[in-house]
């Protein structure tokens, strides 16, 4: 398979997030054949969704990345020049100094491609933050020689490394994230496991991601974790400690698929129909704060990508301030049922 | 507009079949989903038994319906596949074991 180009070097009507957010509100929405998430969540005692304790502070150091993925929330590839500048990095750490989030969480397109990657997680590290996950795609350790040492590199630092890895089969993996994704991802779990992580004792956690490579729901997190630990350790020797199953949401290039695919109807009908008001309590945007790579707030990563910043006073890093963004409404739309549907979805997995 | 028996939208409205019965539309539905739960039979296994069956009845909702729950179970092309032929061979089977039936009464009527 041919590496796709992204969105908005495709110019493509979806890449505008204005047009991603018609759609979303038109349609099985406009006809009133489904309820609005706003309408829904209103049902439950939920509206407005208000934020909890802040917990996570997520960076989006860049759209950069190696792979271009079909599924793809960011539009993320080689194409995008969006990075996050030294000046803007400065910023957050003068944020993640003082926070009272525990969990730091540094994603992309390939977080590692920033060329102030390392300095930043060099600074960051110094700050105690209890867990500082790296959102790595695992085929960037192997598509340089500059990257070959980045399993040393965490190490040293005791990040906690989070990758995506579709599926434990070649196919379903390398349909969804390019030809050679699978074996390449493989090596790179073998390289982390070699240094230490996911061993005994290390205290280094290496984490995978799956979300379905198409246009279904995830199943039971735990059925799938222990199907993955089996396949994997069977056929590669491979260990690592959770999986999280996340929904795709329908945005951006998995919009895209579910259009083209002719399967976008059936998708909202059946996240609709899982709607679970217990993964409403725990949705990620009400503990977590998403950073863009030029420094502006968003609820989610998703609200990031369909650029709905935080309805706050301080939107920017600028400005931040805890106390005043936690008393802010979360901005909803109809995406937002991709993490409320059946056990939940998050950056961190399941929620229900 | 093509006018067709089969609307896949109709396998959303399952549930409304219970509008005109409730009490028999309940209890199906409470049948069906304790059927499906893990138990001597894996959740899994029960899936791909459904895939077939729903083959041998050629039920196309319900081929819809156990494609998807197999994807979502992670369950591969390969394994879908073998299940539906063992469907198709007990279906088949179950023709060619008339055979006999045919072998009998031919042998009872010649002389």
């Known amino acids: ?89 400065l910023q957050c750490l003068e944020v993640i100094r003082t926070t009272g989030a525990h969990t730091l969480d540094l994603t992309g397109g390939a977080p590692e491609m920033n060329p102030n990657f390392r300095w930043f997680v060099e600074e960051a590290s110094k700050a105690g933050i209890k867990d500082f996950i790296v959102r790595s795609n695992l085929t960037i350790i192997l598509a340089n020689k500059k990257y070959h040492d980045l399993p040393e590199f965490f190490k040293k630092h005791k990040v906690h490394v989070v990758s995506s890895l579709p599926f434990y089969k070649r196919d379903k993996t390398d349909k969804q994230r390019g030809d050679g994704v699978f074996d390449k991802s493989i090596k790179a779990l073998q390289m982390l496991n070699a240094v230490g992580y996911s061993q005994e004792g290390t205290g280094l956690k290496l984490d995978l991601v799956y979300n379905p ?73 009400t503990n977590t704060i998403s950073i863009s790579w030029d420094g502006w707030l968003y609820d989610c990563d998703f609200n990031q990508m369909l650029e709905l910043k935080v309805a706050s006073k301080v939107k920017h890093i600028s400005q931040y301030n805890e106390d005043l963004l936690n008393d802010r409404d979360i901005i909803i739309s109809q995406h937002c049922y991709g993490c409320t549907a059946g056990a939940g979805s998050s950056c961190q997995g399941s929620v229900a | ?54 083959h041998v009845v050629q039920c196309p909702y319900c081929i819809d319906a156990y494609t998807k729950d197999g994807l979502q179970r992670g369950i591969e092309k390969e394994e879908m596949m073998e299940a539906v032929h063992v469907g198709a061979a007990i279906k088949s089977g179950a023709t060619l074991v008339h055979g006999v039936q045919m072998m009998n009464k031919y042998e009872k009527l010649s002389m």
Not at chain 1, 69 to 81: I, L
Not at chain 2, 31 to 38: P, Q, S
Request: hydrophobic share 40%; glycine share 4%.
């Open chain 1, 213 to 285: 490579s198409g246009a279904f729901l995830p199943t039971d997190q735990n059925l799938l974790e222990n199907d993955f630990k089996v396949a994997l350790k069977e056929d590669f020797n491979i260990d690592f400690n959770n999986l999280f199953a996340i929904t795709n949401l329908p945005i951006s290039r998995f919009l895209e698929y579910l259009i083209a695919s002719e399967n976008y109807e059936d998708y909202m009908y059946a996240l609709v129909d899982a709607y679970n008001p217990t993964a409403v309590e725990n949705v990620m945007c």
């Open chain 1, 1 to 89: 398979m041919a590496l796709l180009k992204s969105l908005a070097a495709r110019k493509d009507d979806l890449s505008s997030p204005a047009n991603q957010l018609e759609f979303l509100s038109n349609g099985v929405f406009k006809k009133g054949k489904l309820p609005l998430f706003k309408d829904k969540i209103a049902q439950t005692n939920h509206f407005p969704l208000k934020p909890k304790k802040l917990e996570i502070l997520q960076l989006n150091l860049g759209y950069m990345c190696n792979q271009v993925c079909s599924h793809c929330h960011v539009d993320a590839g080689p194409d995008r020049k969006e990075i996050m500048t030294k000046e803007t990095m």
């Open chain 2, 1 to 54: 507009m093509s006018k067709t028996y089969y609307d896949p939208a109709d396998l959303r409205k399952f549930g409304n079949i219970s509008e005109w019965n409730e009490e028999l539309g309940a209890k199906f539905f409470d049948y069906y989903g304790k059927v499906f739960e893990e138990g001597a039979l894996s959740a899994r296994e029960k899936s791909l038994i459904a895939l077939a069956v729903s």
